[in-house]
């Protein structure tokens, strides 16, 4: 795991969004609308962008990018300029994981902020790994940028055909597990922020 600095989550007991039902499956996509104002996604955007952005890769590996992949990212680690972040995600999972019953302790690898622009994608993958990656479990993804800023650039998911919400300030919870993708973006440039919660790996 991350030698990063790690904040543990808190205990505090709220009532759940609940996981929905869609065309007779069970969606373990659940998404919880303006978890962040418009604002504070323009100040995370404007935070991120005065750090040097790299390459995203597909895994840990930092000197190339699999051609699966093409964004630029920039992380975020707890600290106090950042603290109201992690503290609006702590809230978030506290509330859906009543409904997925994980067992989680902390955000081991801090945030990762990514932008999409001119053909920019993520292909089909799964946030859960080997190694270090064995423990994510719940995979967050926060949409920073207006929806009509750009086109193309959808969260998808291959096995239980959702489509996330492309609503600024939205936050879509999935198991770590699930397949998903970023499609291309084909116009303009696509924020996201994305965070993965750890735990002990699943049995």
Known sequence: MSTKPQRALSSASVVPPGI?????????????PA???????????????????????VDARA???DPIRRSTVRFLNPEP??????????????????????????????V?????????????????GPGA???????????LSPDADYDG??????????????SQGALIAFPSFLVHRVTPVTRGERWSMVSWIAGPPFR
């Open 112 to 128: 990762q902020i990514a932008s999409y622009t001119d053909g920019g994608h993520y292909g089909w993958h799964a946030d859960l």
């Open 63 to 65: 000197d190339a990018a």
């Open 20 to 32: 929905r039902a869609q065309s007779e499956h069970l969606s373990l996509v659940a998404t919880m």
């Open 81 to 110: 300029a950042s603290e109201w972040i992690f503290a609006r995600l702590d809230q978030a999972v506290t509330r859906l994981n009543a409904a997925y019953a994980f067992e989680l302790q902390a955000f081991a690898e801090g």
């Open 153 to 166: 650039g959808d969260l998808e998911f291959l096995v239980s055909r959702d489509s996330a919400a492309r």
């Open 35 to 57: 978890v962040f104002s418009v604002e504070e996604c323009e100040r995370i955007v404007a935070i991120a962008r005065a750090h040097p952005g790299s390459q995203g890769t």
């Open 133 to 143: 990656f064995s423990r994510r479990k719940l995979s967050l993804s926060v949409q």
